[in-house]
C-alpha cells in the first residue's frame, strides 16, 4: 500500500530531475541565478525520493515474483546442473510429444501436461516449460538425451513397436553412458587406493631395521633376472615375523636397485582384515593402476567381464610392459588373506613364468595353503625366501629406534629384562608387544612388577590383564568386543551408543557413584578416552564409505 501511494504521489509532478551529488552539482541552501526557486528544488528533492522508494519496492517485488515463479524442478536444474556445474556426474534424459492428436481427451493429457480447471492445456505452464526445455538444449548438450514419441492412448505401450525401441533405446543409453561414468570414477578410486597402501607402507618403513640379509638377497634376485624370463619370488615365515615389513621396505628401494622409472604396485592384502579382499578386484585394480602408468588401454566392462577375460588381461599387460621395456613390480603382502573366490588359495592367477622387466614379489605365511600349493607350483628353491628370527644386535638397534622416536628411555636392568625376552622368540611383533608395555614405565617401575610374557600370545594376555586392572574388566572387554565383532569398525559415538546400552559396562560404571542424569544413563566419555590412549598403538582409524571408524590395527 506504501508503494502504490508513493506511485500515486508522483502523478502530480510534472517532470522528474534524478541527477547524483557531485562536485559539479553542490546543493546549497544560497538562491542561484536563472534556476528555479527554493521551492521547487525542495519538490524535486520530494519526488526523487519517491521515485527511489518505487524503484526498490518494484524491485523487490520483482525478486519475490521470479523466487516464485520458477517450480521446484526448475530451480532443481538451476542450483544442481548449472550453477555447480555437475555435468560430469549428471545424465539428462528428455521426451518430447510431438502433438496431440484430438482424440485424446484432458484426462489422458493431464498425465504428461499441466492443463487449467476447464481441462484445457495451460498456455502459461506450456510456455515456462518449453524456455526450461530451450536453456536444457543450449546449455546441456553434452549430456542431452532427446527422444520425440508419440502417445498411444495418452500413455506408452510397451507392446507398441515404436514404444519398446523407445523403451530399449533409453535403457541402452542409461546403462552404456552410467558404465562409462563409472568408469571415468574407477581411475580416481584406484589412485586412491594405491596411496593408501604406499601411505601404509610408508608408516611401516619408518621404524624398519635389520634384514639387511633378507633384502640384499631379495634385489639380487631381481636384478640377475631382470633381462630374462624368470619365476616369482616368495618370501614366507610364521605370523608377525616382519614380512609386511620387509616387502615395503623392499618396495621402497625398487627404484634404486632396478631403474629411477620403474612402476612399482604394492597392495597390502592384510590392511583391510577381517575383511578378506576378492582376487578379481586386487587384479582389476593392479591392471588399472599398471595401464595408467604405462600409457596403456585400462579394463573395461566389455573385456574383462569374466573372471577368465581378466586373468588374460591380466597376463597380457604383463607381456605388453615387458615389450615396452618398462620396468615393473609388483608386491602381493598377505596372499593367504585372499577370499577364496575361484579357488585363490590354489594361485592359478599367478603367472608362473614372468616375461623380463616383470617381477612379482608375494608374502604368505608358512602353514598357510597358498604357500603348499606355491611349493607345487615353483620347483626352484631359489625362489623362496624365508623371514627369519631377528638377532640379538637388530632387535637392540629396533629397541633404541623405538624409545628415541617416542623420547623415551628406559634404565639398564629394565633394557636388559626387555633383551631377555626379546630373545627367547626373535618376533618383531613380540618386540613390538613389549616396547608397548615398556613405555609406560617409570624409572623406579621395580623389575618385579616387570609383566613381560615369553612369547606374543603371552604378552598379548598380560597387556589385556593390565588393561583390565586399570580400567575394570566389563569396559575393556565390552570395548574389544564390540569392536573385533565389526566388520569394517565401528564409529566412536556408535561404540560409545552401544556400550551405553551394555548392562555389565553400565553396572561396573556407576558401582560406586549414581549416573548424573537418571533418566539418561549414558557410559562416561572419559572413560572411553583414557582406554583409547592406552590402546593407540593397537587401533587404527579406518575410512569406510566416508567416515572414520576404529578398527584394530594389523600392520
Not at 591380466?314 to 618398462?326: A, I, P, T
Request: include cysteine; charged fraction near 25%; hydrophobic fraction near 40%.
Amino acid at each position: 500500500m506504501s508503494c502504490h501511494g508513493a506511485w500515486q504521489r508522483l502523478g502530480y509532478c510534472d517532470y522528474f530531475d534524478l541527477q547524483p551529488q557531485t562536485p559539479r552539482t553542490p546543493v546549497t541552501s544560497q538562491p542561484r541565478r536563472n534556476n528555479a526557486s527554493t521551492h521547487q528544488v525542495k519538490a524535486r528533492g520530494h519526488h526523487a525520493q519517491l521515485a527511489t522508494q518505487v524503484a526498490l519496492c518494484c524491485l523487490c517485488f520483482l525478486s519475490v515474483f521470479l523466487f516464485f515463479l520458477p517450480t521446484v524442478t526448475e530451480r532443481e536444474f538451476e542450483r544442481g546442473l548449472w550453477q555447480n556445474d555437475c555435468e560430469s556426474s549428471t545424465l539428462l534424459f528428455v521426451r518430447e510429444i510431438p502433438r496431440q492428436r484430438s482424440r485424446e481427451g484432458p484426462k489422458r493429457l493431464a498425465k504428461f501436461m499441466d492443463v487449467t480447471g476447464d481441462g484445457l492445456l495451460d498456455a502459461e505452464a506450456q510456455g515456462l516449460l518449453a524456455g526450461l526445455k530451450t536453456r536444457l538444449f543450449v546449455k546441456s548438450q553434452k549430456i542431452l538425451n532427446l527422444h520425440s514419441v508419440e502417445l498411444s492412448r495418452g500413455s506408452i505401450n510397451p507392446k507398441c513397436k515404436e514404444h519398446a525401441q523407445y523403451l530399449d533405446s533409453v535403457c541402452e543409453q542409461f546403462a552404456s553412458q552410467m558404465k562409462a561414468r563409472i568408469e571415468e570414477k574407477m581411475d580416481v578410486l584406484v589412485v586412491t587406493e594405491a596411496r593408501r597402501h604406499i601411505a601404509i607402507s610408508a608408516e611401516l618403513c619408518r621404524g624398519f631395521h635389520g634384514r639387511e640379509g633378507l633384502l640384499g638377497k631379495l634385489c639380487l634376485a631381481m636384478w640377475e633376472s631382470s633381462n630374462v624370463r624368470h619365476r616369482p619370488l616368495v618370501v614366507h615365515g610364521g605370523a608377525g615375523m616382519g614380512k609386511t615389513a620387509v616387502l615395503c621396505k623392499l618396495a621402497q628401494e625398487m627404484r634404486g636397485v632396478l631403474e629411477a622409472r620403474a612402476v612399482v604396485v604394492i597392495r597390502l592384502l592384510a590392511a583391510c582384515h577381517p575383511q578378506k579382499p576378492d582376487i578379481d578386484h586386487v587384479l582389476h585394480s593392479i591392471c588399472t593402476q599398471v595401464c595408467l602408468a604405462c600409457g596403456l588401454a585400462p579394463p573395461s566392462p566389455l573385456t574383462v567381464s569374466t573372471h577368465l577375460e581378466l586373468l588374460r588381461f591380466f597376463w597380457e599387460v604383463l607381456e605388453q610392459v615387458s615389450q615396452q621395456g618398462s620396468a615393473l613390480v609388483i608386491v602381493l603382502d598377505s596372499v593367504e588373506q585372499l577370499a577364496d573366490q575361484h579357488h585363490a588359495h590354489k594361485l592359478r592367477w599367478l603367472p608362473v613364468d614372468l616375461p623380463p622387466n616383470v617381477h612379482v614379489v608375494a608374502s604368505m605365511e608358512t602353514n598357510s595353503e597358498a604357500f603348499a600349493n606355491m611349493r607345487f607350483k615353483l620347483d626352484s628353491l631359489g625362489s623362496f625366501f624365508e623371514a627369519e628370527r631377528l638377532s640379538c644386535e637388530e632387535g637392540e638397534r629396533i629397541i633404541e629406534s623405538d624409545l628415541r622416536a617416542s623420547q623415551r628411555t628406559l634404565t639398564c636392568e629394565q633394557s636388559s629384562a626387555v633383551l631377555q625376552t626379546f630373545e627367547s622368540s626373535g618376533c618383531p611383533l613380540h618386540l613390538k608387544l613389549i616396547l608397548s608395555v615398556a613405555k609406560r614405565w617409570t624409572s623406579f617401575t621395580p623389575l618385579t612388577e616387570l609383566r613381560l610374557g615369553t612369547s606374543t600370545q603371552e604378552m598379548m594376555s598380560h597387556l589385556f590383564l593390565m588393561l583390565e586392572e586399570k580400567h575394570g574388566k566389563e569396559l575393556v572387554g565390552g570395548a574389544l568386543g564390540y569392536i573385533a565383532l565389526a566388520r569394517e569398525g565401528l564409529l566412536e559415538a556408535e561404540l560409545r551408543d552401544v556400550m551405553s546400552l551394555d548392562d555389565d559396562v553400565i553396572s561396573e560404571v556407576y558401582r560406586y557413584s549414581l549416573p548424573p542424569i537418571p533418566s539418561l544413563i549414558r557410559l562416561p566419555p572419559l572413560l572411553w578416552a583414557r582406554l583409547r590412549r592406552d590402546l593407540v598403538d593397537h587401533l587404527e582409524e579406518r575410512w569406510t564409505d566416508g567416515v572414520a571408524a576404529i578398527a584394530f590395527n594389523n600392520k
